[in-house]
T-cell receptor, first 114, second 116 residues
Framework: AQSVTQPDIHITVSEGASLELRCNYS??????LFWYVQSPGQGLQLLLK??????LVQGIKGFEAEFKRSQSSFNLRKPSVHWSDAAEYFC????????????FGKGTKLTVNP | DAGVIQSPRHEVTEMGQEVTLRCKPI?????LFWYRQTMMRGLELLIY????????DSGMPEDRFSAKMPNASFSTLKIQPSEPRDSAVYFC??????????????FGPGTRLTVT
């Protein structure tokens, strides 16, 4: 069965510092991979996605993620964090050619210190 | 585009009462998903529809939960009778099935349900 692991439940960074959120997946086929962000009291917003091709994908709000098949990882990065980036971040995986279901990780809550 | 619309945004009810959550997907989308989010279990898929037909309801916790999609622009999730353990945030999401972009799900703002 598909699974997604986000090892860090909570991360705190200072404003202006770099950020990396980890995501590992377990899946036999080639996955579709996503990062979503959820601000307090809001729904989930798509940050970026990987389907195929270039393994480094760019998203909104200055985020990027890199797909590493050998490590089954899809880590999210941002070179300089802004206070408005404080939110919860979810990694998700879907099955290419399969059902439309996505499996979500448990999320990483990001706190940004001034 | 108005995005996915959910109502009500907040619902407080007493144990044993019937609760109905509503969702209007993005116009033109043909797949609709209902999720439940709790601290303990994270984000769980309850059921999803394609072209108004339920495709996978394996995540529906028990018979007290039911979902319908009478037309392409409206879906309901009903809990009868409600229990305190049903307290959660319920999200609706929609997507356009047709190519790989169908995996992009767009979420509504959620309904926060509290059962006392």
């Amino acid at each position: 069965a598909q699974s997604v692991t986000q090892p860090d439940i909570h991360i705190t960074v200072s404003e202006g510092a770099s950020l990396e959120l980890r995501c590992n997946y377990s899946y036999g086929a080639t996955p579709y991979l996503f990062w979503y962000v959820q601000s307090p009291g809001q729904g989930l917003q798509l940050l970026l996605k990987y389907f195929s091709g270039d393994t480094l994908v760019q998203g909104i709000k200055g985020f990027e993620a890199e797909f590493k098949r050998s490590q089954s990882s899809f880590n999210l990065r941002k070179p300089s964090v802004h206070w408005s980036d404080a939110a919860e971040y979810f990694c998700a995986v879907g099955e290419q050619g399969g059902s439309e279901k996505l499996v979500f990780g448990k999320g990483t809550k990001l706190t940004v210190n001034p | 585009d108005a995005g996915v619309i959910q109502s009500p945004r907040h619902e407080v009810t007493e144990m044993g009462q019937e609760v109905t959550l509503r969702c209007k997907p993005i116009s033109g989308h043909n797949s609709l998903f209902w999720y439940r989010q709790t601290m303990m279990r994270g984000l769980e898929l309850l059921i999803y529809f394609n072209n108004n037909v339920p495709i996978d309801d394996s995540g529906m916790p028990e018979d007290r939960f039911s979902a319908k999609m009478p037309n392409a622009s409206f879906s309901t999730l009903k809990i009868q009778p409600s229990e305190p353990r049903d307290s959660a945030v319920y999200f609706c999401a929609s997507s356009l099935r047709g190519d790989r972009s169908s995996y992009e799900q767009y979420f509504g703002p959620g309904t926060r349900l509290t059962v006392t």
